[in-house]
């Protein structure tokens, strides 16, 4: 009981610039209780107890004769107006006559005034209050006996006695507030703080700039003499002028692509023990004001310890005015100091460092311009434009367009200085002068890497190591404080911080424990969201195991941290591989999911050793093996006739840590370059007119509000909170988090939650074809073979065993399978076709033909693996039976066409595999020779080109493609929601277009026309795919529109196609044309994927290793994958479909409209409070009552904003996608349709209020309340309707953007939503409905004092209500006007609904968007 009668007491006590600003407030567009509601005057209410002011004469003859003083025996009537046994000389002093003035501050015509006797309170019969000062005065008068007091009786600092004036009514100006003498100890403080502070920083500069001199000039000369120094040392310069200290015939080379970063600088710093002791004082200086905002916060609330424990505003002399100035100006301080310490955080700690070169100093900070990527999907207008330059102007002015990244230097063993920048370590060189990071170039020529088997001394290794640094990736997670501290350093958590500071100081701090909640919760979401995406990458990126090496001639153990480039590795069976190397010797099955997703294994093969030229990228990437791999299974090889033979299988270490291509994708992942979202490009327009709107409301404010400076700043601090709402970031963060865990159920995963916006905006989707739109492998379909010499082919049959034997020895040799413990390791078409021969493998190359096979054994003598490059594989097989060697060569239909003979491949060659190749055929082609020679030693001698050249077209092995069951569907979802889908596939042309009119990609019947070309260098021939006639202009074709308006004819290209387009750029004017991109390379791929992200937001989807640098391009990749490397894209989904892209654009569109729905909930919010509501309050000088406060912010606003998050996706893709721009026409007609659709009802309100015969000369006026009793301000019935129509607005708010079925559930579906919406209009509902009850006094609405209550027939409360203010005792609405007020909060409402459902969601938005539609990219679907 005590605590709550505490707690109301430091209730009245708060908000005094608020009470000012009642007591002042005065309407200026009526008169109160002046007029009824039909113009008549209101008949006067009797007024009781009126306070007199104290009548002053300057001789006490003067007074009246009723207030003449008559004092005891003994006793003087003194200046106080008692009498007293003495005057003293504080007595005196305590003359009511001189306003509590004294010295010089009293008029000289106030000197020598002594007061009457005190008049009793009056009783006024008609008071009028617009002339109350009148009324008092003539009431007060009478009581004194005064006859004519126009003439005889003056006011104090108006008219002065003299004359016909003889006394004077003592209404004192207000008493000047007391004020600090500025010498207060914690003022004293204050200044030795913060003038030491500048001293030190004043001292520190001045030494700086001295110190620092000598380097200055030593850059100017330097820069002179064209040398690359200090601040003008440019990264895109790194490592062109290395050592070229030759180790083992080998040199040192820059890896300039990779690690090379133009237009970045380097500095060089130096710690000093002044520097550092600045920065820690601005931090405890920073932390000591913000202490001292706490300090003035408790003080405000009388919480200090000590002997102030319980006093107001004891620092301030209990001046509610100097507490609440004080606060403000420390407040404004803290802000400043903390947005300065943001901007300058980047440059801070290096300032108060030594400017060194940066082959001197303890740190080097590397300066890299950030180029953000943006996800825009149309041009920006003209006002866009301008506040993107002013923006940009800004960004560079606050240096805020680069990366400040401060780096340690360290030493190695043998003296060189480094530093580790993204993961790599860049070492100065001495004779560039220069940092840069090394690799060691060992060489392309097969012979050459095979002949550094023997490994290296340990003399080149640590010399090498010491260079490039430890073979390990480290990804430093932080602690979860740290991960906090860095995620709340950001801008808006600062605004939030010292706003909601404000909440905390002005009474308000249950709602600012709410918003903080949320605050907290949303922050939570983000960094452990992070953490765990920081968490799962060190997982994949770091790793360490003992592994073999080769070092001075012997094999020893060692981790694989201390690798380098050109160590000689052991690899073994379930060897985790932690470098890129090259292999030399033996054989190995590489599990290559981690990086590729693809689950099956990948079989590897040494160098050859013979004259040709290692290329990772080429025939070498089959004797690659990556960082980041597994062995499934090492053999070593014996006995070889064209590879290293060791009792081992050997790998040469090429690159280790960022060098390999692991490593780059880490680095890559680690260090993004920034996106911007069309969000944060319209927001700071956003930011920049509710600033201005801010302002308006605050000059409106102003005007009907005559008051302090004080009350006025407090307000605008509220109004710029209420309209840039904290919860703001929270709202948006809330949404994509939650469309992130739907997302995680359907085995979506998502690292980056901010892509969920940006693929909500799809517009064209690229996707891979196998594996993707089609089933994992292909599947046998059947062999047509060529007849002998006759050159022509046989029938097509799906049975091997009806081909001839040569057919079927090709089958069973011509691929490169494995087999591991039972389980077929290889190519899937190889496995494919090893299955379909019916074979079985025994000692690894000796193939045994099925039972009642006319083959016989075969035995492979030399294999070549399929490289890409060539379009082909070839293998040496010698027949057991006759001991005859055979070659066989698999490949392309167009690559084996070129190499076999002219007169063995039939006249419809070209023929037949097209029309393969349109029903879906993978088609492949076998040709073979018989060699004369017999000895399986002399074909290891033998190049691959001689060996595959002269051979016959045997026949052609067909696979079939399949599609997965889903495929067309999704396809058809995806087009429904207005997403255009391209295929980018690998595969041949025919094919992909066959899978493309399969799934539905082309649409039926639609002409398509293939281009092709022999080279880049060529014309492309454009060919009609179905009458296989030659197109000589495309351009009719693209002419003729069907019904929907775009082209029925399609395009697909090759890849040299592709390339022909890109070189003559014709490609910018058919790129949306073109449905189908076959043979493209992956670097192809990533070229097709930036030219549709230059058209609109673009997704791509993929499932393996070749689709890995598409996915990072694209502004949204999808990785059909369950590997670890899904962690490539924003996105991977474990169901390898492409209903997973559906769900991802489900989701995504979802999460969009709920975070706009959000965003346009809160500024909604904002302009009712700030708005309306706020000037309301000022103009009738009223206040909703705290509780309500409370209900409205802690209730209303929170829980709908959590509960409208929830709302889920709509079934099926929409036709249209979710808008992305806060300015944008249906967000402005949205927000601004019911923003002025409150506006217009709350001032309609007050018009219906002012027309009730109950309301008019019942009006509330400051001249007959309390106005010290700025809590009880809402006890009227102007503040009653405010309160009702403002809750029913707030209420509905939330309610009216859950609409929107096209991306998300039906609005019903929302049952959270539904229930708190429910509840909270069943509450209020009550409270206005209901005769007064305990919830509506609780509120003090619809209720009143208790013996009013009793008189107006309602019964006598059992509960506690503190008498209200106001003469009329109550604010009870008669029970008409109720039902009358109540069906006109619920047409607010209707009407509000209407426009959400009928104009902004329905057949209004979807005729004009036919009449009028945007500016957007308009492609066929």
């Known amino acids: 009981m005590a605590s709550s009668v505490i707690m109301r007491i430091l209730y009245r006590a708060t908000a005094i610039a608020q009470l000012v600003a009642l007591a002042a407030a005065f309407q200026v567009w009526h008169d109160v209780n002046r007029y009824d509601a039909h113009g008549n005057e209101c008949v006067y209410r009797e007024k009781k107890d009126v306070v007199c002011s104290q009548l002053c004469v300057t001789k006490l003859d003067d007074c ?18 008692a009498c007293h046994d003495k005057c003293t000389e504080d007595i005196q002093a305590k003359n009511p006559c001189h306003c509590s003035r004294a010295g010089n501050k009293l008029p000289a015509e106030a000197h020598d005034l002594v007061p009457c006797l005190s008049i009793p309170n009056v009783t006024i019969q008609q008071f009028h209050p617009w002339k109350s000062e009148n009324d008092i005065r003539s009431a007060c008068g009478r009581e004194a006996n005064i006859t004519d007091q126009s003439t005889t009786v003056g006011v104090w600092g108006k008219t002065w006695i003299g004359g016909s004036v003889s006394a004077l009514w003592a209404e004192c100006p207000r008493a000047p507030a007391p004020n600090y003498t500025y010498g207060e100890s914690y003022w004293i403080a204050t200044y030795a703080v913060n003038g030491a502070l500048a001293v030190l920083i004043l001292v520190w500069s001045l030494y700086k700039g001295a110190a620092e001199q000598h380097v200055r000039a030593a850059m100017a000369k330097s820069a002179a003499i064209g040398e690359k120094l200090a601040g003008t040392e440019s990264m895109s310069d790194i490592g062109k002028a290395v050592e070229s200290k030759s180790l083992n015939g080998m040199s040192l080379a820059d890896n300039a692509s990779e690690h090379a970063m133009p237009n970045s600088r380097l500095s060089g710093y130096r710690d000093h023990l002044l520097g550092t002791a600045c920065v820690w004082s601005i931090a405890g200086v920073a932390m000591l004001w913000i202490c001292f905002l706490g300090v003035w916060t408790a003080d405000y609330y009388g919480s200090l310890p000590g002997k102030h424990h319980g006093t107001l505003y004891s620092l301030a002399y209990e001046s509610d005015f100097l507490e609440l100035a004080t606060f403000l100006i420390i407040w404004g301080i803290t802000f400043i100091m903390l947005i300065v310490l943001y901007v300058l955080k980047p440059h801070l700690r290096n300032y108060f460092r030594l400017l060194m070169l940066p082959s001197e100093g303890q740190y080097v900070c590397v300066v890299r311009p950030l180029h953000e990527v943006k996800a825009t999907e149309e041009k920006p207008n003209v006002l866009q434009r301008y506040v993107n330059a002013l923006t940009d ?31 790599t370590r860049y070492v ?67 605004y939030q911080f010292i706003f909601l500071w404000a909440f905390y100081f002005y009474a308000y701090y249950q709602v600012g424990l709410v918003d903080t909640g949320v605050i907290i919760i949303s922050a939570s979401i983000k960094v452990m969201l992070r953490l765990q995406s920081e968490r799962r990458l060190k997982h994949m990126a770091e790793h360490e195991e003992m592994v073999a090496v080769r070092r001075d001639g012997k094999w020893v153990e060692m981790s694989t941290r201390n690798l380098v480039p050109g160590d000689v590795i052991e690899i073994v069976t379930g060897a985790h591989i932690s470098c890129d190397c090259v292999l030399i010797s033996g054989m190995a099955i590489m599990n290559e999911s981690s990086l590729t997703g693809e689950p099956t294994p990948v079989s590897k093969r040494p160098l050859r050793i013979d004259d040709g030229n290692y290329s990772p990228t080429g025939a070498g990437k089959m004797s690659t093996l990556f960082a980041g791999t597994v062995v499934s299974q090492a053999q070593a090889v014996l006995q070889s006739t064209d590879s290293l033979e060791s009792d081992r299988v050997l790998a040469l270490v090429r690159f280790t840590g960022t060098s390999s291509d692991k490593g780059q994708l880490v680095r890559r992942i680690l260090f993004p370059n920034p996106i911007s979202f069309i969000f944060n490009e319209q927001m700071r327009i956003v930011v920049c007119i509710l ?27 509220f109004a710029i909170a209420q309209l840039l709402s904290p919860l703001l970031p929270a709202a948006l963060v809330i949404g994509q988090s939650i469309a992130a865990t739907r997302l995680r159920k359907k085995q979506i995963y998502c690292v980056d939650p901010q892509r969920i916006m940006t693929a909500g905006k799809v517009q064209i989707l690229a996707t891979d074809k196998t594996g993707t739109l089609t089933k994992e492998g292909l599947e046998f379909y059947g062999v047509q073979q060529v007849l002998g010499q006759q050159a022509r082919f ?39 076709q090893w299955v379909a021969s019916g074979c079985a493998l025994e000692q690894g190359e000796t193939i045994v033909p099925p039972k009642g096979s006319a083959l016989g054994t075969l035995r492979v003598v030399r294999r070549f693996e399929f490289v890409h490059a060539r379009a082909s594989m070839s293998v040496v097989v010698q027949d057991e039976r006759s001991g005859q060697l055979h070659v066989f060569v698999k490949g392309s239909f167009e690559r084996l066409k070129a190499i076999s003979n002219a007169s063995s491949v039939p006249g419809d060659y070209d023929t037949v595999c097209a029309d393969l190749a349109r029903e879906g055929g993978y088609v492949l082609a076998f040709a073979h020779k018989a060699l004369a020679a017999s000895d399986p030693a002399d074909v290891g001698r033998v190049a691959q080109d001689q060996l595959e050249s002269g051979c016959d077209l045997a026949g052609l092995l067909v696979f079939k493609n399949m599609l997965k069951h889903d495929t067309a569907e999704a396809i058809a979802e995806l087009k429904r929601g207005s997403t255009r889908v391209v295929e980018v596939t690998g595969d041949t042309s025919l094919t992909g277009i066959y899978i493309a009119r399969q799934c539905g990609i082309i649409p039926p019947d639609s002409r398509v026309l293939l281009g092709e070309c022999a080279s880049p260098a060529e014309e492309i021939q454009w060919v009609d795919v179905d009458t296989r006639e030659a197109v000589a202009d495309i351009q009719p074709y693209l002419s003729q529109l069907g019904p929907d308006g775009f082209p029925t004819a399609e395009l697909a290209v090759g890849g040299c196609a592709f390339e022909r387009l890109c070189t003559t750029g014709e490609v ?56 670890e490397a899904s962690i490539v894209a924003p996105f991977s989904s474990a169901n390898r479909s492409m209903m997973a892209c559906v769900e991802l654009l489900r989701q995504s569109r979802a999460g969009l409209a709920t975070s706009f729905a959000n965003f346009t909930a809160l500024i909604c919010y904002g302009q009712i409070m700030s708005g309306m509501l706020k000037m309301a309050t000022f103009y009738f000088a009223i206040s909703l009552t705290e509780n309500l406060w409370m209900l409205i912010d802690g209730a209303v606003a929170t829980g709908l904003m959590l509960t409208i998050s929830l709302s889920g996706p709509a079934k099926r893709l929409a036709p249209h996608r979710p808008t992305s721009r806060i300015l944008g026409p249906q967000m402005l007609a949205s927000v601004g349709g019911v923003v002025l659709m409150n506006w217009l009802f709350s001032a309609l309100s007050y018009v219906w209020l002012f027309r009730q015969d109950w309301f008019r000369c019942n009006e509330h006026s400051t001249a007959e309340s309390d106005a010290t009793k700025w809590w009880l301000q809402g006890d009227n019935y102007e503040a009653s309707i405010m309160s009702f129509v403002c809750a029913f607005q707030f209420i509905n708010n939330g309610f009216v953007v859950n609409y929107g079925y096209l991306y998300r559930a039906r609005w019903y579906r929302n049952y959270a939503l539904l229930v708190v919406w429910g509840f909270l209009m069943a509450f209020v509902s009550y409270m206005l409905l209901a005769d007064p009850s305990r919830v509506g006094c609780a509120f003090r609405l619809n209720c009143g004092t208790a013996e009013v209550l009793e008189s107006l027939g309602y019964g006598k409360p059992t509960w506690n209500i503190e008498p209200y203010n106001n003469p009329l005792g109550h604010n009870v609405i008669p029970k008409a006007s109720r039902y009358e007020l109540w069906g006109y909060c619920l047409g607010n409402m209707l009407a509000a609904n209407l426009w959400q459902v009928v104009v902004i969601n329905g057949p209004v938005r979807n005729w004009l968007r036919k009449k009028m539609p945007l500016s957007r990219l308009k492609v066929k679907l």
């Open 393 to 423: 102007r800004l960004t560079i002015l606050l240096c805020r367009d680069k990366e400040y990244t401060t780096c340690l230097v360290e030493t190695t063993t043998e003296g060189r200085i480094f530093f580790t920048y993204q993961c």
């Open 1068 to 1123: 910018a004017s058919l790129l949306l044309h073109i449905r189908v991109f076959a043979r493209m390379k992956p670097s192809d791929k990533v070229r097709c994927v930036q030219l549709h992200m230059e058209r609109g937001t673009t997704a791509m989807c993929g499932d393996g290793g070749n689709d890995s640098p598409a996915l990072r391009a694209a502004h949204v990749g999808i990785a059909l994958s369950s590997g």
């Open 64 to 81: 009246p004769a009723s207030l003449q003083p008559d004092c005891l025996a003994g006793q003087s009537f003194c200046a106080d107006g």
């Open 691 to 717: 600033v201005l709107y801010s302002v308006f409301v605050m000059v409106m404010a102003t005007y009907m509000y005559k008051g302090d400076s004080v009350a006025v700043a407090f307000y605008g601090i």
């Open 794 to 832: 046989g029938e097509f049959t799906s049975e091997l065993k009806r081909s001839d034997e040569l057919m079927q020895m090709g089958m069973a040799s011509c691929h490169a399978v494995k087999d591991l413990n039972g389980q077929l390791i290889g190519n899937p078409v190889d496995i494919e």
């Open 428 to 494: 100065y060189s001495d004779k560039t002068q220069q940092y840069a990071p090394y690799e060691f170039d060992l060489g392309t020529a097969h012979r050459g890497l095979i002949g550094q088997a023997d490994g290296l001394s340990s003399a080149d290794a640590a010399y090498r190591l010491e260079l490039t640094g430890p073979n390990f990736i480290q990804v430093r997670v932080p602690g979860l404080f740290e991960a906090a501290a860095r995620e709340l350093v950001s801008f808006f958590y600062i």
